[in-house]
């Protein structure tokens, strides 16, 4: 903001200086900053769509900030001709959407970068009296602000949705460097967003490239050779077909009594079906560590047997099992009753092109039941097709080299998302601050 808006705020709503735990070096000995209400910063834009004339509706998505309906839920969610009490939002306006998630405790604030377009008027819309503003886009993206919402929110507010009156939120204090600085640390952000959205799509290349190839390593529906094969295998022939029982084990979980959960020492990790989710988040197919772990005593107790080290292991029972979520134990483990797992048959299959063959199949197709589950008995009649073991070697070393390839970017796109959380952390003041 310029330091003309500033002298707007009152001498009540003036704030102490703030000062962030890092400056840039030609700030280092500048004054503290402002804290200054929104509403002496921002208009609010209750400007409504009148007579319809503008159709293109937009949601504000914790994950993707400001997008189009459309495009982000691939249909129309506003009923089209019904959009007359729609508000407008400009280029370059903030939108805060109240509805909370995980990803936005306190729902999102976004600035549309994407063109002119209409939301719901349960959104808040508002737009920055400077047109320098890039500094704020960045403030709103950590939990700054996110105590004071939930300070002013009612208490009756539905558990999805916080219920903020228009005069508490445009109450709500921001921090206000010099512009100087204010365009100093929203230029550094930005070129950090450019380096992270080059490496995100790195990653998505990546994966886009193995999902082509597999496509091409393995036979199609109702073939029995696959279009592309190694130069010592073309004239191998036809692939087997058989069941999944033809070339692996399948292996039940067990359940985990609530008196061990949280138990950190023992001889066996223990994995639940969450752990598989979370290691394939990580962009790594591999289970390496657990929160949980067994005793021999509760080993003996569960009548339980580890399941091996290269098992494959996914979701049973539930909506998981929509999902191609799978991964492969590298140390023995047990895994929970909402889990199964696959071993390879020696000598018919190798540990890393069962995991492919699984990864795959759709399960959901041999699932029963009002809770989708699929049992042993439909996991192990799946039908499969498979080649040589030497050939399958082939196979699975050439993706498994694209796999390192994948962890290796996505670890990185990892490290930059969390050096920009960091860097954040110490380029804002704290939220304690802003708020006194």
């Given at each position: ?35 200054i ?5 921002a208009?609010?834009?209750n ?8 159709d ?58 994407i ?19 890039e ?57 950090l ?24 390593l ?14 010592q ?39 639940k ?8 988040a ?36 539930g909506?998981?099992?929509r ?45 029963g ?8 008995s ?8 498979f ?11 050439s ?38």
């Amino acid at each position: 903001m310029s330091s003309k808006t500033t002298t707007t705020a009152t001498k009540e709503d003036a704030r102490a200086a703030l000062l962030p735990r890092l400056r840039f070096p030609e700030f280092r000995g500048a004054e503290g900053w402002e804290s200054i209400p929104l509403k002496y910063l921002a208009s609010r834009s209750n400007k409504k769509n009148r007579n319809g004339a503008i159709d293109r509706v937009l949601t504000n998505s914790a994950e993707f900030g400001v997008v189009g309906q459309r495009d982000f839920f691939e249909k129309d969610i506003a009923t089209p001709g019904k959009l007359q009490g729609y508000f407008v939002v400009e280029l370059g306006s903030y939108v805060y959407n109240p509805r909370i998630s995980s990803a936005a405790p306190v729902g999102p604030i976004s600035k549309n970068n994407i063109g002119t377009g209409v939301m719901s008027p349960l959104y808040t819309v508002f737009k920055f009296k400077d047109s320098r503003n890039e500094f704020y886009e960045h403030f709103f993206k950590i939990v700054g602000w996110h105590d004071y919402m939930r300070q002013v929110s009612s208490t009756g507010a539905r558990h999805d949705r916080m219920a903020i009156s228009s005069d508490d939120f445009m109450a709500m204090p921001l921090p206000v460097p010099p512009p100087a600085e204010q365009q100093k640390i929203a230029d550094c952000l930005s070129s950090l967003d450019e380096l992270i959205a080059a490496q995100a799509r790195k990653v998505d290349a990546l994966k886009t490239h193995k999902k082509g190839l597999m496509q091409q390593l393995f036979p199609r529906e109702g073939e029995t050779q696959p279009r592309l094969r190694f130069q010592q295998f073309q004239n191998a022939g036809e692939w087997c077909e058989g069941r999944l029982v033809d070339i692996a084990t399948v292996l039940q979980g067990y359940g985990f009594p609530e008196r061990h959960q949280g138990q950190t020492k023992g001889d066996y990790p223990f994995y639940k079906v969450s752990d598989i989710s979370r290691s394939l988040a990580a962009g790594n197919i591999f289970i390496q560590d657990s929160a949980n772990y067994i005793d021999e005593s509760l080993l003996k107790e569960l009548r339980a047997k580890p399941i091996p080290a290269g098992t494959t292991i996914f979701a049973k029972i539930g909506e998981a099992i929509r999902s191609k979520k799978r991964a492969i134990t590298t140390v023995p483990s047990l895994i929970d009753n909402n889990a199964a797992g696959v071993k390879r048959v020696r000598g018919k299959a190798t540990d890393f092109f069962i995991y492919l063959l699984m990864e795959q199949i759709s399960l959901i197709d041999h699932a029963g039941g009002v809770v989708p589950a699929v049992n042993k008995s439909a996991i192990e009649d799946i039908p499969v097709k498979f080649p040589t073991l030497d050939e399958q070697e082939h196979i699975a070393s050439s993706l498994s080299s694209l796999d390192t390839l994948i962890t290796a970017a996505t670890q990185k796109l990892e490290t930059l998302e969390t050096h920009k959380i960091g860097l954040m952390q110490q380029l804002f003041p704290s939220p304690e601050a802003v708020a006194a």
